[in-house]
């Protein structure tokens, strides 16, 4: 039976690849960061030993801690995947590292491909990028590296969530209209990291850089209005503003859109529609709710 090690199993991602991949009959062995430092060299080299693939979603997700706090970040970021790759590599297993589409600077007018030059405006970015190179480098055959961006789930705290809370909570919302990128479900993610594990197990997926986001694009105010319409709520007290109006220590890219052509060579179907993907979440966020409740 294929074993798969998932880190960073916690988090909001971390749990939708658990629950998806051991849905698939793998053999999964899901660990917290309070169960594996990845920067620990003899800790990661005993706990990949014996697995076929490796999922990294351990990651310092702050993104304006990172500003203050850039070589904590970057050792969790950067350091972690160059650990866990040097494992890989010799044991012979395959690693997923999960990234961000914040390597870009966010000022294309078109989708970012995954050969793309990076140039990363932030902290977080940067730290993320060097993670990145390491897995590329230390494994050329076998590594794996498929950013993400905008990502929101059952099992955290997100932009959806805190859309919905607020909804409970104002009248009106203001919501930036002027960054542009592609609202991703963990599910969804989740299961195309799945099929990306297989193919490349099978030998179909040639190594390196895939982009994993939904399909279409819209902006944190089409996201927010969509939520509204979908559970049911004014989607009219979504109001527009600029980036202008939250300024955050750590820059954001206003141009977040990433192209989806590598998917086609590893014979993996890139994800639906965001706003597809979004009616299906509201769904099992619900029921989530309802089962804490």
């Not at 050792?75 to 790759?85: I, K, Q, T, Y």
């Amino acid at each position: 039976m294929t074993r798969v090690l998932i880190t960073g199993a916690a988090g909001m991602l971390g749990r939708d690849l658990t629950h998806v991949l051991g849905g698939r009959g793998l053999h999964v062995n899901a660990v917290t960061r309070h169960g594996l430092d990845i920067t620990d060299a003899d800790a990661v080299r005993a706990a990949v030993a014996g697995h076929d693939v490796v999922v990294n979603a351990a990651a310092w997700t702050d993104v304006d801690g990172a500003e203050t706090e850039e070589a904590a970040a970057t050792r969790v970021n950067g350091e972690g995947p160059r650990v866990l790759a040097e494992a890989c590599a010799g044991s012979g297993a395959v690693l997923i590292q999960v990234s961000t589409d914040y390597v870009f600077p966010g000022d294309a007018t078109e989708p970012y491909r995954h050969d793309a030059p990076t140039a990363p405006v932030n902290a977080y970015g940067r730290g993320k990028l060097a993670g990145e190179q390491a897995v590329t480098e230390l494994l050329p055959e076998r590594g794996y590296v498929v950013r993400t961006a905008w990502l929101y789930g059952a099992h955290g705290r997100n932009f959806v969530a805190t859309m919905l809370k607020l909804a409970a909570q104002r009248d009106t919302v203001e919501v930036v209209d002027d960054q542009r990128g592609q609202p991703t479900w963990t599910v969804a993610l989740s299961q195309q990291i799945a099929d990306l594990a297989e193919a490349a197990l099978a030998g179909r997926a040639p190594a390196g850089v895939y982009h994993g986001t939904a399909s279409g694009t819209g902006t944190w105010f089409d996201l927010a209005r969509a939520a509204f319409e979908l559970t049911g709520l004014d989607p009219e007290r979504v109001r527009p503003t600029t980036s202008e109006k939250f300024v955050r220590p750590a820059r954001r890219p206003s141009y977040s859109v990433l192209a989806h052509e590598r998917w086609a060579e590893a014979g993996v179907a890139v994800q639906p529609h965001w706003r597809e993907q979004l009616a299906e979440a509201l769904k099992v966020m619900a029921d989530e709710e309802r089962t804490r409740a």
